[in-house]
Structure formats: C-alpha cells, structure tokens
C-alpha cells in the first residue's frame, strides 16, 4: 500500500511563507498529475495547485501569485511553496497524486496550516 506523507504545516502569522512537501513510500508508476489540495471546516476541498507530467502548473484563483507547486514524478515527490500567506489559506493541505496506470488517485492524511493575523 503506498502512502503519501506530507510535512511542513505548522503555524504562521499573515504575510508569512512555509514550503510544504509530500513523497510517496515508495514511486508511483504512471503519474499523470501532481497536486495540492485543501480543506477548512464545513467547506469542500478545493484544488491548491497542480503539476502535469510534462511539468505545466495550475493554481486556484485565490493563491495564483502567492503560491508555487513543484514536483518530480519520477520520484513521486511535490512541494508547495507559500508566500505573502493569508488568514483565510488556513487549511488542512493534502496531497494528491494521480496515476493513470493504477486508474486512481493517492492521498495524503493532511497537514495543517494555521495562519494568524
């Protein structure tokens, strides 16, 4: 079973920056997509940020210029940069990766983001 463990949530103040990172136990074969996602309470899981495999990014409306994805499938690794954070990008962040050789996506357990005015 392949696990994917994020690390580097913790606590910030607004106007801050944290990089967070997520690897896989062992590689994923056949990625086809890298991402970042987050989640507050009572709200939907949203789409952070994204990397193809041919290395093209895309970002939610509300981190675009703020945030930077960063990844290398052939190492099942991703990383998020944030910048100039906010009190609303408070979350939990997931990981997700993608495979299309498996048909399925993969999963972290979350970490958190806390950041205070």
């Known amino acids: 079973q392949v696990e994917l463990v994020e690390s580097g949530g913790g606590s910030v103040r607004a106007g801050e920056s944290l990089r967070l990172s997520c690897a896989a136990s062992?590689?994923?074969?056949?990625?086809?997509?890298m991402g970042w996602y987050r989640q507050g309470p009572g709200e939907e899981r949203e789409l952070v940020a994204s990397?193809?495999?041919?290395?093209?990014?895309n970002y939610g409306d509300s981190v675009k210029g703020r945030f930077t994805i960063s990844g290398d499938t052939a190492k099942t690794t991703v990383s998020l940069q944030m910048n100039s954070l906010k009190v609303e990008d408070t979350s939990v962040y997931y990981c997700n990766v993608y495979s299309w050789s498996a048909g399925r996506p993969y999963w972290g357990k979350g970490t958190l983001v806390t950041v205070s005015s």
């Open positions: 990397i193809s495999s041919g290395g093209v990014a």
């Open positions: 062992r590689v994923i074969v056949g990625v086809h997509q």
